[in-house]
Structure formats: C-alpha cells, structure tokens
T-cell receptor, first 114, second 114 residues
Framework: LAKTTQPISMDSYEGQEVNITCSHNNIATNDYITWYQQFPSQGPRFIIQ???TKVTNEVASLFIPADRKSSTLSLPRVSLSDTAVYYCLVGVPISSGSARQLTFGSGTQLTVLP | KAGVTQTPRYLIKTRGQQVTLSCSPI?????VSWYQQTPGQGLQFLFEYFSETQRNKGNFPGRFSGRQFSNSRSEMNVSTLELGDSALYLC?????????????FGPGTRLTVT
C-alpha cells in the first residue's frame, strides 16, 4: 500500500476555498485516490475518488497531476459544518475477491472559523 | 434507504468483562467490516465478513472476534476487556461489485472500559 502524507491540521474561514494536499510518492499504476470525511463521533464518509486529472462532484473536486505523486482535495466555499477530519487513501479499488480493508492515515483536521 | 446502524451507541464496561456490539448494514449490503478508532492509533481494521464468512482479519488479539448472520447483520465481541480497548468501534458495509473504497460507515459504538 502506498504511504500517504497529509498536513496534520488546517484552518480556514467561512466562504473560502480550501485545498488539502496529499502526498503519495509510491503510488502504483493501478492505485486510485480516495478521500473520506469524518465528523466528530461519527463514522467516515466517502467524499470522492479519482485516478487522474480532475474529478468533481457535488461536494468537492479532486485534482491529480500527471505524475500522480500527489493529489489535492478542493472544498469550495467552506462553511462551519465542513469542520472535520479528511483522510486520503490510496489503493486498488477492485472489489471481486479483494479484502475490503481500508488503511487510514492520520488525516487532516480542517477547522473552519467564522 | 436506511444507513448503517450500530447498537448500542455508548457502553461502559469494567476491566475483565466482555462486550458484544451489533451492526446492521444497509439493506442489500453483504460485506461488513469493523474498525477500532482511538486517538493514539487512529482507525485500525479489525475484520471483514462476507456471506457469514470472515474474509480478512487485522492485527488484533484473539480476544476480538466477530460473526455475521444470514441477514448480513454482524456482531463483534471483545472478551476480557482491558483499559486499552476503550475506543470508538465502527462498522462499515458495502455492496458486492462496488469498489472496496466505497464503504458506508455507521455512527459507531463508543466503548469505555473502567
């Protein structure tokens, strides 16, 4: 499994765009990048997943450069309710026969200030 | 569709006792995984069940066990509780055919061992 490195914490203000970068220098050819969000005393929630270039959904955007050694989760116009821990996970998402074991790193604590 | 439910939400036990936690996956989901989350160790994989069979097990002592029933509901049991077992225990379910990173977590059971 590719090791990931994220900032331990970040602060932002309401209405700003937040970019959280994850470094994964040893990413393998078949690995995907997935981001989860976790609010206090709740289970993690799947946010977005991508392989290369850019992926966007109703919650966030994921930017992956050509070398795929890093990725950036972008949250547009954050609100106080976006305060959470954000985890970057890297691995092969194929399901058939694969163990469904997720490996979470330390994550990034995002605090949105008023 | 109802999400993953876990019962009880909070539990206080004494050292040496045993505890059973329950998880009901999303309807139709047959894969159930369990995780332990502590401030010091983060999220750690315990085990995964699919169709009543344990498919994968994390690096935890034999005091931690689990099972899955024919309706996909799962239970985990911790015997001879230790203070270090105090944690948030999370259950996640997923659908066969979905990528392994698309897991749906429940709210967790907060276990306190005194």
């Amino acid at each position: 499994l590719a090791k990931t490195t994220q900032p331990i914490s970040m602060d932002s203000y309401e209405g700003q765009e937040v970019n959280i970068t994850c470094s994964h220098n040893n990413i393998a050819t078949n690995d995907y990048i997935t981001w989860y969000q976790q609010f206090p005393s709740q289970g993690p929630r799947f946010i977005i997943q991508g392989y290369k270039t850019k992926v966007t959904n109703e919650v966030a955007s994921l930017f992956i450069p050509a070398d795929r050694k890093s990725s950036t989760l972008s949250l547009p116009r954050v609100s106080l309710s976006d305060t959470a821990v954000y985890y970057c996970l890297v691995g092969v998402p194929i399901s058939s026969g694969s163990a469904r074991q997720l490996t979470f790193g330390s994550g990034t604590q995002l605090t949105v200030l008023p | 569709k109802a999400g993953v439910t876990q019962t009880p939400r909070y539990l206080i036990k004494t050292r040496g006792q045993q505890v059973t936690l329950s998880c009901s996956p999303i309807s139709g989901h047959r894969s159930v995984s369990w995780y332990q989350q502590t401030p010091g160790q983060g999220l750690q994989f315990l085990f995964e069940y699919f169709s009543e069979t344990q498919r994968n097990k994390g690096n935890f002592p034999g005091r931690f066990s689990g099972r899955q029933f024919s309706n996909s509901r799962s239970e985990m049991n911790v015997s001879t509780l230790e203070l270090g077992d105090s944690a948030l225990y999370l259950c996640a379910s997923s659908l066969k055919g979905q990528g392994i990173y698309e897991q749906y977590f429940g709210p967790g059971t907060r276990l306190t061992v005194t």
